[in-house]
């Protein structure tokens, strides 16, 4: 295909964007009913998974990192009225169930401790040795357990011709076959703490200009999630304060969402294209934030060409810095455990686009 001229960039790259948008709406409809279909079979199995629900429209518990890796929280039940712990204790349990000569870890940037006592109500299954270690809601042993529902779950629902466990992984993935690709989901067992801000979170440190007062508040009453996804300590998740984040982006009628697309597309397509690429959706959307916030008035983004480039070269800094914050928990590097060569052949990619952004077009 021929490079379009720089004039052409912003037809070039939104025709693409339509194109992907029918795509990617046909692979999560076949997704979500799947994703249904297994987790209704899990929550009759076991009281403490809910099934995820059904959506005609958008479904906040299937988030798409890539075109073929998505990731989809499934939420947990019997544990209500979240409080922070307040006493910090050591750790000297393993999950094989020995003793440590000395205590383990303190969890660091997005990481905590979940103890069942941090719930005004907590169904007494949590309280089960499957799950639970001196109190503590322990991940992997929450994963262990939710492993063996998702196995069952595929033979029970006769989908083994089309679901499949991708077994080398501590985290719980499947495979499954669409009628266009095949696309790897990650599983992940989800406490969600809706109204509820964790202190970890100092946002915003200051008041800035963007979002605004209103719209900070409004974020913060979505509240958090704490995902499943290492041995000891859960991960604090804001996907339904950013997906309203990214919902009001442009109200003031700017080119915010269109970058933002358009990034993507570039990214998926000649930056960092692949099955499970270094660089996800999810960090895109935090450059974006990020940038919202430095140019926070609307003249900033009047004008696509100079608000894209603006993006990109943001984008190209993280990269080539191997960091990227955080958006509300800024101690935390989003980064941290990217590939460093990877990052470097993405690094180079955007190098060579900012030279002359007629180039590197697919």
Same mark, same amino acid.
């Given at each position: 295909?021929?490079?379009?001229?720089?004039?052409?960039?912003?037809?070039?790259?939104?025709?693409? +964007?339509?194109?992907?948008? !029918?795509?990617?709406?046909?692979?999560?409809?076949?997704?979500?009913?799947?994703?249904?279909?297994?987790?209704?079979?899990?929550?009759?199995?076991?009281?403490? #998974?809910?099934?995820?629900?059904?959506?005609?429209?958008?479904?906040?518990?299937?988030?798409?990192?890539?075109?073929?890796?998505?990731?989809?929280? +499934?939420?947990?039940?019997?544990?209500?009225?979240?409080?922070?712990?307040?006493?910090?204790?050591?750790?000297?349990?393993?999950?094989?169930?020995?003793?440590?000569?000395?205590?383990?870890?303190?969890?660091?940037?997005?990481?905590?401790?979940?103890?069942?006592?941090?719930?005004?109500?907590?169904?007494?299954?949590?309280?089960?040795?499957?799950?639970?270690?001196?109190?503590?809601?322990?991940?992997?042993?929450?994963?262990?357990?939710?492993?063996?529902? +998702?196995?069952?779950?595929?033979?029970? /629902?006769?989908?083994?011709?089309?679901?499949?466990? &991708?077994? *080398?992984?501590?985290?719980?993935?499947?495979?499954?076959?669409?009628?266009?690709?095949?696309?790897?989901?990650?599983?992940?067992?989800?406490?969600?703490?809706?109204?509820?801000?964790?202190?970890?979170?100092? =946002?915003?440190?200051? &008041?800035?200009?963007?979002? $605004?007062?209103?719209? +900070?508040?409004?974020?913060?009453?979505?509240? #958090?999630?704490?995902?499943?996804? $290492?041995?000891?300590?859960?991960?604090?998740?804001?996907? *339904?304060?950013? !997906?309203?984040?990214?919902?009001?982006?442009?109200?003031?009628?700017? /080119?915010?969402?269109?970058?933002? *697309?358009?990034?993507?597309?570039?990214?998926?397509?000649?930056?960092?294209?692949?099955?499970?690429?270094?660089?996800?959706?999810?960090?895109?959307?935090?450059?974006?934030? =990020?940038?919202?916030?430095?140019?926070?008035?609307?003249?900033?983004?009047?004008?696509?060409?100079?608000?894209?480039?603006?993006?990109?070269?943001?984008?190209?800094?993280?990269?080539?810095?191997?960091?990227?914050?955080?958006?509300?928990?800024?101690?935390?590097?989003? @980064?941290?455990?990217?590939?460093?060569?990877? @990052?470097?052949?993405?690094?180079?990619?955007?190098?060579? #686009?900012?030279?002359?952004? *007629?180039?590197?077009?697919?």
């Amino acid at each position: 295909m021929k490079s379009p001229s720089a004039g052409d960039l912003e037809d070039y790259l939104l025709n693409k +964007v339509d194109l992907r948008r !029918q795509q990617i709406s046909q692979i999560v409809e076949e997704v979500q009913r799947v994703v249904h279909h297994l987790t209704t079979e899990i929550s009759l199995q076991d009281l403490r #998974f809910q099934a995820v629900p059904y959506s005609d429209t958008y479904n906040g518990n299937i988030k798409v990192l890539a075109p073929s890796q998505f990731l989809v929280t +499934v939420p947990v039940k019997g544990l209500v009225g979240y409080r922070e712990a307040r006493e910090q204790r050591w750790r000297y349990y393993t999950l094989r169930g020995t003793r440590l000569p000395c205590p383990l870890q303190d969890p660091e940037g997005l990481r905590q401790w979940l103890e069942a006592e941090q719930f005004m109500k907590s169904q007494w299954q949590w309280h089960e040795a499957d799950v639970n270690i001196e109190g503590d809601i322990v991940p992997a042993k929450v994963l262990q357990v939710f492993r063996k529902l +998702v196995e069952n779950a595929i033979g029970t /629902c006769h989908l083994s011709g089309k679901v499949s466990m &991708l077994t *080398q992984l501590s985290a719980v993935w499947v495979a499954v076959e669409t009628s266009t690709c095949q696309v790897e989901l990650e599983l992940v067992p989800t406490v969600e703490i809706p109204t509820v801000w964790p202190e970890k979170a100092r =946002w915003p440190p200051c &008041l800035k200009r963007w979002p $605004s007062r209103q719209r +900070v508040e409004c974020i913060k009453s979505f509240g #958090f999630a704490l995902l499943a996804c $290492s041995n000891y300590h859960w991960q604090q998740s804001f996907l *339904q304060a950013e !997906q309203v984040l990214l919902d009001q982006l442009d109200e003031d009628g700017g /080119c915010r969402r269109k970058c933002f *697309q358009a990034l993507r597309q570039m990214k998926e397509d000649v930056w960092c294209p692949g099955k499970r690429p270094v660089v996800t959706s999810h960090h895109l959307q935090t450059v974006l934030f =990020w940038t919202c916030e430095k140019y926070p008035h609307p003249k900033d983004w009047q004008v696509f060409s100079k608000a894209f480039l603006r993006l990109v070269r943001k984008l190209h800094k993280c990269v080539s810095q191997h960091f990227l914050k955080h958006y509300f928990v800024r101690k935390s590097n989003l @980064l941290q455990h990217a590939s460093s060569g990877e @990052l470097d052949t993405v690094a180079q990619k955007l190098a060579l #686009f900012l030279k002359n952004p *007629q180039i590197g077009l697919p």
